[in-house]
């Protein structure tokens, strides 16, 4: 299986560092013209440039904008006018009880997780209607399925996506534009990381090992009993975002070791 997206323009948000980071880094190699995003001018400027020693057969360019807001969203849109692959990877996530979570985290985990991917498909759909080729995909994750008890306000954020992303695919119907959700489950990303830092400096383990604890304690019903790979989710996207997935669409595809209890 070859996947050429060589002349596709591929904008990945939350893009440097994480799952983001590896999705923009896939598609780079696989050829497509990459767009990275992040809110900070330098740290965006910095992710470009290490995609693009990495082995990017395509070019490599980076856009800073705050997707959390209405405005970020059209900056973003007004340096970049096109896309043919859209992947609304940025997000949040901030563990807390429900009872102490005020509207604020709400508001911003609603703005960020779920706003900012509604702002820019409706930006960019209708040129890849036009065009009869498209790829969107939203980064949702098997909270939008499992709420979890510790972060509520994330899990329902991530339900949203996945709805969003259904309902787009049934108004791009007949088209040669698709729309899917990708759920992963917990994945070894550098925000993960960081929750996972007092853990592992009390215990002294890897943060694999780390990683895996808290994936058989808060997530026992994972299959491979430890977490994601940034890779591993981004394998999925890529080939999501290739021609190759041209009969999928409106699907919310599982990369979460199993751990979605149903058939």
Partial sequence: MQIDLKG???????????????????????GANVVVNGRSEDKTAKAAERLQREGAKGSVTAIAA?????????ELVAKLPHVDILINNAG???????????????????????MSAVRLSRAYLAGMQRANWGRVIFIASESGFN????????????TADIAVARGLAKRMAG?????NSVLPGPTLSEGVEAMLADERERTGKSIEEVAADFVKQHRSSS??????????IANLVTYLASPLASATTGASMRVDGGLIDTL
């Fill in 8 to 30: 596709k323009t591929a904008l990945v948000t939350g893009s440097t560092e994480g799952i983001g980071y590896a999705i923009a880094g896939q598609l780079a190699r696989a």
């Fill in 92 to 114: 949040i996530f901030q563990p807390g009880d429900f009872f102490d979570t005020t509207d604020e985290v709400w508001d911003r985990h609603w703005q960020v997780n779920v």
């Fill in 147 to 158: 709420i979890p008890v510790e972060m509520i306000h994330y899990g329902v954020s991530k």
């Fill in 175 to 179: 088209t040669g534009v698709t729309v």
């Fill in 66 to 74: 705050d997707l959390a807001t209405a405005d970020g969203c059209a």
């Fill in 223 to 232: 299959l491979i009993q430890r977490a994601a790979r940034v890779e591993e």
